[in-house]
C-alpha cells in the first residue's frame, strides 16, 4: 500500500515535489534545495521559518491551494506568537505545519538564508546575504559513563547530525566555557560556527543574537556599521574622529611623526584601537545589545591605515618604494587588534592594493563592481590622497594621485571640515558679482529673508570642501578668475568683492561681523584647488592612456566629498573627466559599503581578493606621462560655447555634458597615445 | 651534441642517475628524491648538506668513484670551514661540490631531513624525526615601484621558487616584524612556517636555531625537555615541582578546592602556567639559547591536569560521569595559554582518552605503540590513578583505577617521596627476621661498614613507594605479613622488630635515634598498599577479562613508580598479572616520550588521534566486575610453591615466573568469561 501524499510548490523559487502526508513544511522544502532559514532546527523557537500559505486555483500546477491543506495551527505555533509577536494572518511555522494536501507555499525573503540586502541610495548593488558567522541551535547528548566521551564531541556529534556539518574546530574558549553552557541550557545550546569550520561562541538555550561590524577607518574619520547577520540590516552606525589626528592632520605627517619618534607608530596603533572600542561599544549600545554581541567585524582603511590599525609600522609607505608589508586581505582574531568584542571575534581586513591605494579602493572596487560590466567606469576616492580606479569588464587599473588636503578644506585660508556653519553652496551673478550662499545645518539662501536669524546660532564659519569647489567654479564662470586661475585685479573698480591682498586679489564671499573676520578666496586658495584637481584629472588621463580610452561612460565619486560636491562644478573646474552628467553620481561611503559586503558575504571576499590580483597597479610617481599631464591640467579649461550656453548647461538639470576644450585635448591626447 | 654527463650514486637509498658535468650533488639528489637537509636552500651557509665521497671500484654500480670526479673544494666551503668547524676529510658540502665524474656518494643521516632519532634506553621506538615546524632560508626580490607588490608577497613568492612551498599564510606579527626584517637583512631571511601552510616567524639572514618543548604536566611534577627540532637531539631538560600542591595534594583534592572556592580553578590555572615559564625559561638557559627560540611545544597530562593547563574548570571530571570537556587533541597558540616562548609558537596537546584516562596515557600508547604488535602488551602508569592499557595490535582497551596515593609514599605513616635519605629497597632475613635496606642517594646497604657515615648527611628520613613494596613484600616472604595481610603478632616473641601498636602489629624497619622516631611499617600501611594494589590489579583483570585473554605477553611500567619498583615484588605482593620476568620493564617516563614524539613526528599526532578513538573505554566505576576482582585482590597471593623455592626464584634474575595462586585463579577467571 502506497502512503497518501501531496504536491508542494514552492514559490518563488518553483520547486516542487510530492511528500508524504504529515511531512512538515522545513523537511519538504529542505528536501527540495528550498532556501528556508531556521536557528532552531526545526522546534518552533526561533520563527524563523515563517511561510505564506497561497490561497487559491494555480492552474498551472494544477492544484488548488488552502490553508485547509495544512495541520492545524499548533500548540508550539501558538506558544510562538504568545512569547513573540503573533504570527501574521496566513503565516506558519514551516517547521510546525504539516502536508494534509495540496499546497502552494510562499517562502517570504526574510525567511531565507541568502537573502538580498536591499541597497542603499547610493549603493550600486543589493548585497547577497551569506555570512561567515552562523549560529546553531542543538540538543546535545548528556554524557554516560558507559561510552565516555568528552562533551565537544557529543556537541559535534549533535551538529553533524541535525545541521550536516563535519570537521568541525573549536576555539578553546568555547572548550572552556562550554561544560557550564551545556549543563545550563539543560544540553541544549546555540553555537556559532566560522565559515562553517569554527565553533567560535557558544550559549545556553536558545540564542539569536549575531552581529558583525563593518569600519571604513579614514584618516580624518573612523565610521563603523554595526549589522545583523541574520538579516544583513544596519541595526546602528556611528563615526568618531581618528585620535591619531593629534599625530598629524594628514597621512604623510603622521608617517613623519613615526620617522621623527621611533616606537611612535605604537602610540598611533593604540590610539587607534580603543577608538575603535569606543565605536564598538557605541553602535553596541544605539542596537541595545552587548559588544560581546559583535562576533565579527571587517575593515577598510588606506594603506597607512590599515599597517596602523594592524600594528605595522608605514615607515615603508612614507617613500619610494613605497612597499606594503602585505597585499593579502589579512585574516586575524579581534584579540589581535586588542578589539574589545566577543573573545573569539574574527576580523577581516580587506586587502590593499599598492602602496597608495588602500583597502579602502578595494572596499569601493567591491561596493560598485566596474568588473561586471562593459562600460568604462571611472571610480573617485578622494582624500589627502585620490583613490582612482579606472575599468571595466575587460581591464582595471588604479593609481593614487597626491591631489593635498585642499578638497577637504584643508590649506585653504577661510577653508574648514563640512559641519554646521560651513558654506557648501555658492551661487555669484555674472552682472553684478555678487554671491550667495548656503551653510550646512540652513535650508535658505543667504539672500534669503530670515537667513540671518537662521544661522545665528553657529554663524557662517568657513567654506567646506564643496563650497571651495563651488565657489571657485562660480567665480570663473562669471569671469572673476581668468583661465590660468589668477583672480582679475581689473574687476576691483566694478565690485568691492574683490580686493587687493598683498600683489594679488581676492574675492569676498562674506563681509565681516562684529564677531567674525570677512570669508576670502584669495589667490593661493585659488592655487591650491588649482594643484589638487590638476593631480586629480591628471591621474585620470594617466589611467585612460594605459586603458586606451578616451572618455568614460561612467564616473562614481566615493566618500564624503563624492557625496557633497556638485559634478557640474567639478567639470566646469576640470577636476574630472568629461561625461554625460546622468552618469555622473556620488557613491556615497562605498568604501564602507565595501567592508560591509565583506561582512555580510562571504563569497565576496574571494571575489574582491581576486579582483585586486588583477588591477593593474599605476605608480604615478614614476610616470613621466603624469607630470606632463599635471602640467596641462593646471590651468582651467577654456569653456569652447559661448558664456551664456555653458551657464545654461550647468543649470539644466541632466544629459547635458559639459565639452570643455581640455576635455576636448584630452581625447586628442588618448588617440595620440 | 649531447652534454657530457655522469653517474652518481647516492646511498644508503641506492638512488642513482646520469647528470650533466657541473650540477650540484643537491641538485642531482633532490632530483632523485634523495633526502638531504638544508635550510639555507644550497647557498653554502648552513651546511646541513654535507656528504661523503665513497672512493673506489663499485662494481656493483658499475662505476669508480673518487674525490677527484668532484669539483675542487670551493672557496664557499672553504668559508664555512673557516667559520664553521672545518669539514671532516672526505665531507662535501652537497650545494657546492659539483659533479665531473662518475661518483657514489653516502648521505649520513645527519644530513638527513627525515632522521631516525635514536632511542634513549627505557624507550620502545625511535622517533621518526619529521617536526611540524621547519627553517627555511630565502632571498627574496627588492620592491620595485614599477610592480608594486606587498614584501609579503614576494616573500611567499621566494618560497615558492626556492622551496616549493605554496598556499602560504602568514601570522600577524610576522607581518609586523617583516619589512624590518627584510631591510636588516639585505633581503635575506629565515622563516619557520608551521605545518608547510602558515609563515610563524621571520629572522634577518641565516637563523638555525628552532627548538620545541615537551611537556608532562603531572599532578606532583611537571618535566619539560627541550628538543632541537633539526636534530631530534634533547638539549636541555629540567623538572619543576607543580605549584598546585598548595591547593591540594592529589588530583580529587584539587577538584574540592574548585568545588569549594569558585574561581579556584584560575588560581590553580595561573600557577600551573606560571611553573610552564619558569621550566621554559630554565630549559632554554641550560641549552644556551633564547625561550624565544621555541617555536612549538605538546603537552601530556592527566585528565585534571589537562583541563587546568587549558583554563577549563575540571570540576565535572570530579563526579559521575566523568565528562571531559574535550577527548580531541587540542591545537593551540602558546599565547593563549599564557606560555612565554616565541609570540607564534604553537601548541599541541595529546588528547585525553576517557575522564580518568588522560592525554598522559596517550602518551604512553604512543612510546610504546602495542597496537603494532600482535603480543598482549599490559601498560601500567601508576600515580593516585593507575592508568592502564592492554592491547596488541587487534585491539586496545584502557581503564583508570582508583588506587590511591600510597604507592608514591603517601598515606603511609613512614612514607615519603623519592629523595635521598628515603628507604627504597628492603631484605628480610626469613631466619632472623632482620631487616637490611639501601637508601637513595647512597650505594651501601644498611649492614655494609661505613653506612652509617655515609647517609650522616640525610640521614634515614623515611621509605619511598618502592621501599614500602620490597618491605611488604619480604615481610610477606619472610612469614611476617600472612596471606590476608595481617602483621603475625606471634613472631613478637621471636624478635623486637616485631611490636604492638594498639590492637594491631607493626614491623620496625630501622629504629628510633636521638634526632628521629623509629620507621614502622604499620598494620594501616599494610592495608593501604593492599587497596591499591587490589585496585591495579582489578582493573587489569577487567581488561584482560574483556579483551578474552587469560595472561599478558609483555608488562611495561611507565613513569617514575616504574621505573623504580623491582617487579618481582610487585607480583609477589599481586599487583600485576603474571608474566615472564624479562618481558616486564620499566618503559621510564612514556608519558613525556609521547609528548616528545607528537613534538618531533607530526605523523604522530594522527596516529595518536586516531589510536585514542579505537582505544575501548572502560569506566571501572559502573562495572560489577571490578569490585568483584578488587575484593579477591586484597588479599596477598598464596605462595604455590614452597617457600625457599620461591625465595630462590625472586632471586633468580629473569625467566623464572612468580606463580601465584591469585594469578592461577586470574586463568580460571579468564576461560570462564
Known amino acids: 500500500m502506497q502512503a497518501a501524499d501531496a504536491l508542494v510548490v514552492f514559490t518563488p523559487s518553483g520547486r516542487r515535489g510530492r511528500f508524504p502526508i504529515g511531512s512538515s513544511l522545513l523537511q519538504a522544502g529542505r528536501s527540495l534545495g528550498v532556501d528556508i532559514d531556521s536557528v532552531c532546527g526545526g522546534r518552533g523557537i526561533c520563527g524563523r521559518c515563517q511561510v505564506l500559505v497561497s490561497e487559491g486555483e494555480f492552474a498551472k500546477h494544477g492544484l488548488v491551494s488552502s490553508a485547509q491543506n495544512l495541520s492545524p495551527v499548533s500548540a508550539v505555533e501558538q506558544e510562538y506568537g504568545a512569547s513573540n509577536a503573533p504570527l501574521a494572518e496566513g503565516r506558519r511555522l514551516s517547521c510546525c505545519a504539516q502536508v494534509q494536501g495540496d499546497v502552494v507555499i510562499d517562502v517570504p525573503s526574510s525567511s531565507q538564508v541568502h537573502k538580498q540586502v536591499v541597497r542603499k541610495e547610493a549603493e550600486a548593488h543589493d548585497i547577497h546575504l551569506d555570512p561567515m558567522v552562523r549560529l546553531y541551535f542543538v540538543q546535545v547528548q548528556e554524557p554516560d559513563m558507559h561510552e565516555p566521551s568528552g562533551d565537544l564531541r557529543r556537541l559535534e556529534d549533535a551538529l553533524e547530525f541535525e545541521w550536516g556539518l563535519t570537521d568541525l574546530s573549536c576555539d578553546i574558549v568555547v572548550v572552556q566555557q562550554l561544560q557550564t553552557a551545556l549543563r545550563e541550557g539543560q544540553w541544549s545550546v546555540t553555537v556559532a560556527v566560522h565559515a562553517g569550520k569554527q565553533i567560535m561562541a557558544v550559549w545556553p538555550r536558545l540564542h539569536e543574537k549575531a552581529f ?40 604623510m605627517s603622521r608617517v613623519s611623526y613615526v620617522m621623527m619618534n621611533p616606537g611612535g607608530e605604537r602610540e598611533m596603533t593604540a590610539a587607534v584601537r580603543e577608538a575603535l572600542n569606543t565605536l564598538a561599544a557605541e553602535v553596541a549600545q544605539r542596537a541595545g545589545v552587548q559588544p560581546t554581541d559583535i562576533l565579527e567585524a571587517t575593515f577598510v582603511g588606506n594603506p597607512i591605515m590599515h599597517h596602523l590599525l594592524l600594528g605595522i609600522n608605514p615607515v615603508e609607505l612614507g617613500g619610494a618604494p613605497f612597499a606594503l608589508a602585505t597585499d593579502r586581505a589579512v585574516r586575524l582574531w579581534a584579540s589581535e587588534i586588542d578589539l574589545a568584542v566577543h573573545r573569539n571575534a574574527r576580523i577581516y581586513v580587506l586587502p590593499c592594493i ?19 560590466d562593459s562600460p568604462v567606469t571611472l571610480l573617485v576616492d578622494v582624500g589627502t590622497n585620490a583613490e582612482i580606479v579606472l575599468g571595466n569588464n575587460q581591464r582595471m587599473l588604479a593609481c593614487s594621485s597626491p591631489t593635498g588636503p585642499a578638497f577637504e578644506g584643508a590649506q585653504i585660508s577661510c577653508g574648514q571640515r563640512a559641519a554646521p556653519g560651513a558654506i557648501e553652496r555658492v551661487r555669484i551673478d555674472p552682472a553684478t558679482l555678487e554671491p550667495r550662499y548656503k551653510v550646512i545645518g540652513c535650508d535658505l539662501w543667504s539672500d534669503d529673508p530670515g537667513f540671518a536669524q537662521a544661522v545665528a546660532g553657529t554663524g557662517v564659519t568657513g567654506v567646506c570642501g564643496s563650497g571651495i569647489i563651488e565657489a571657485l567654479a562660480e567665480m570663473y564662470l562669471a569671469g572673476i578668475i581668468r583661465h590660468e586661475g589668477t583672480i582679475d585685479g581689473n574687476l576691483a573698480a566694478r565690485t568691492p568683492r574683490v580686493q587687493a591682498d598683498g600683489r594679488t586679489f581676492c574675492y569676498e564671499l562674506a563681509p565681516a561681523t562684529a564677531e567674525k573676520p570677512a570669508l576670502r578666496i584669495l589667490q593661493n586658495d585659488v592655487r591650491a584647488i588649482q594643484l589638487g584637481k590638476a593631480a586629480l584629472y591628471a591621474g585620470v588621463r594617466l589611467l585612460m ?11 562614481r565619486l566615493a566618500g564624503a566629498f563624492g557625496s557633497h560636491i556638485d559634478v557640474k562644478y567639478a567639470m566646469v573646474l576640470g577636476m574630472i573627466p568629461d561625461c554625460v552628467l546622468s552618469n555622473v553620481s556620488s557613491a556615497g561611503n562605498a568604501a564602507g559599503t565595501g567592508a560591509r559586503i565583506a561582512l555580510l558575504d562571504k563569497g565576496a571576499r574571494k571575489v574582491i581578493e581576486d579582483l585586486v590580483r588583477r588591477v593593474e597597479k599605476i605608480e604615478t610617481a614614476v610616470e613621466p606621462r603624469f607630470q606632463e599631464f599635471f602640467v596641462e591640467a593646471m590651468a582651467i579649461p577654456h569653456l569652447s560655447d559661448p558664456f551664456e550656453r555653458l551657464q545654461d548647461a550647468v543649470r539644466l538639470p541632466e544629459r547635458v555634458a559639459v565639452v570643455t576644450e581640455q576635455n576636448a585635448r584630452s581625447r586628442r591626447g588618448a588617440r595620440r597615445g
Open 545 to 555: 592612456e594605459r586603458m586606451g580610452v578616451d572618455k568614460v561612460d561612467r564616473i
Open 354 to 372: 599598492a602602496g597608495h591605494v588602500g583597502a579602502d579602493t578595494a572596499g569601493v572596487i567591491l561596493a560598485e563592481r566596474p568588473d561586471l
Open 212 to 251: 558583525g561590524m563593518a569600519v571604513d577607518v579614514g584618516s580624518t574619520t573612523i565610521a563603523a556599521h554595526l549589522c545583523d547577520l541574520s538579516s544583513g540590516d544596519v541595526v546602528a552606525s556611528a563615526g568618531v574622529m581618528n585620535p591619531q589626528i593629534r599625530f598629524g592632520e594628514d597621512l
